[in-house]
């Protein structure tokens, strides 16, 4: 039974090119979230998502960065135009349902290495 | 809003020995949760124990476990017989009742000395 896959796990990205990172969920779970982690800092809320509906976006910036979570395939997140600022740790929690009774669980995180 | 505070940066501990891993928080609401997860070297994040903030008893998982104030709003984790695979980053997190969202700490990373 996989956990919360993630990739790449790196993910080194000159100024101004795209970002690409992917989450698939556990298998069954239907509601995704992206927390981002910089460096010496806790993670932080960017987005909820459920199967093609993005519920809340109100920790993701409001340039550049976009999420998606098809009907089939993983959910994506995006970064257009990456700066060095956007450096960090990029983590995938998934949970059956949209509550945290039901717990998370997070993949082991995407590093992006903006240079 | 809620914040979550880790004054220590960094601890060490003994083999063996008894550890406690300090966490407060801030929030008005009266029914929340909280977490304590482990991220290792491999990044991956990793519950540890929760406690619901209705429930008067300390949480305990194995040789871990909590001390909960809810007046206090301290939420300190406590690792007995400390293992070297405990080392790690350790975050604490806080979660309103009927949200999703988590507000982590900013960490406190344990060394453990053989």
């Known amino acids: 039974n996989a956990g919360v896959m993630q990739n790449p796990r790196h993910l080194v990205r000159r100024r101004g090119q795209e970002a690409r990172l992917r989450c698939s969920p556990v298998?069954?779970?239907?509601?995704v979230y992206w927390y981002r982690q910089l460096p010496e800092e806790g993670l932080k809320f960017m987005v909820y998502?459920?199967?093609?509906?993005?519920?809340?976006e109100s920790g993701m910036p409001k340039e550049r960065f976009s999420a998606e979570f098809p009907k089939e395939g993983p959910s994506i997140l995006r970064i257009q135009q990456v700066v060095r600022g956007d450096s960090a740790a990029y983590f995938c929690?998934?949970?059956?349902?949209?509550?945290?009774?039901?717990?998370?669980?997070f993949g082991s995180g995407t590093r992006l290495t903006v240079v | 809003a809620q914040t979550v505070t880790q004054s220590q940066p960094e601890m060490s501990v003994q083999e063996a020995e008894t550890v406690t891993l300090s966490c407060t928080y801030d929030?008005?609401?009266?029914?929340?949760?909280l977490f304590w997860y482990k991220q290792p070297p491999s990044r991956q994040m990793i519950l540890v124990i929760r406690?619901?903030?209705?429930?008067?008893q300390n949480a305990t998982e194995n040789r871990f476990s909590v001390n909960f104030q809810k007046a206090a709003k301290s939420f300190s984790l406590k690792i007995s017989d400390s293992q070297l695979g405990d080392a790690a980053m350790y975050f604490c997190?806080?979660?309103?009742?009927?949200?999703?969202?988590?507000?982590f700490g900013t960490g406190t990373r344990l060394k453990v000395l053989a």
């Open positions: 929690a998934s949970s059956p349902t949209g509550d945290r009774e039901s717990g998370y669980t």
């Open positions: 298998k069954g779970h239907s509601h």
């Open positions: 998502l459920q199967k093609e509906n993005i519920i809340d």
């Open positions: 929030t008005s609401e009266s029914d929340y949760y």
């Open positions: 406690q619901e903030a209705y429930k008067q």
């Open positions: 997190a806080y979660s309103n009742s009927g949200t999703y969202k988590y507000i």
